[in-house]
Nanobody, 123 residues
Framework: QVQLVESGGGLVQAGGSLRLSCAAS????????MGWFRQAPGKEREFVAAISWNGSPTYYGDSVKGRFTISRDNAKNTVYLQMNRLKPDDTAVYYC????????????????WGQGTQVTVSS
């Protein structure tokens, strides 16, 4: 059974930073692209970032470019999302994803999703 478990969410003030982690289990993940989506209350799910199996290329949603960085450690089967200069609009549940079905990694068509971790940014 493939599992993705996110951690690292929490409450932070605007301008602060958080690092999310996503630990994968159930198989070797080094050959699959992974990424992050987020969803705020009353809003559609939004693409945040994606990373190729070997770390390059990476892709980002327009709203997080220049502030967020995605990375991965295949030896640990873990993908990270470093979030800097956080804004109240970044408040959402963040989901880790793996195995894109589409060639467009910004589309929400992934085989595996984590349960999500809450990020709350106060003003």
């Amino acid at each position: 059974q493939v599992q993705l478990v996110e951690s690292g969410g929490g409450l932070v003030q605007a301008g602060g930073s958080l690092r999310l982690s996503c630990a994968a289990s159930g198989r070797t993940y080094s050959s699959y692209a992974m990424g992050w989506f987020r969803q705020a209350p009353g809003k559609e799910r939004e693409f945040v970032a994606a990373i190729s199996w070997n770390g390059s290329p990476t892709y980002y949603g327009d709203s997080v470019k220049g502030r967020f960085t995605i990375s991965r450690d295949n030896a640990k089967n873990t993908v990270y999302l470093q979030m800097n200069r956080l804004k109240p609009d970044d408040t959402a549940v963040y989901y880790c994803v793996s195995d894109p079905r589409s060639s467009s990694w910004s589309s929400p068509y992934y085989d595996y999703w984590g349960q999500g971790t809450q990020v709350t940014v106060s003003s």
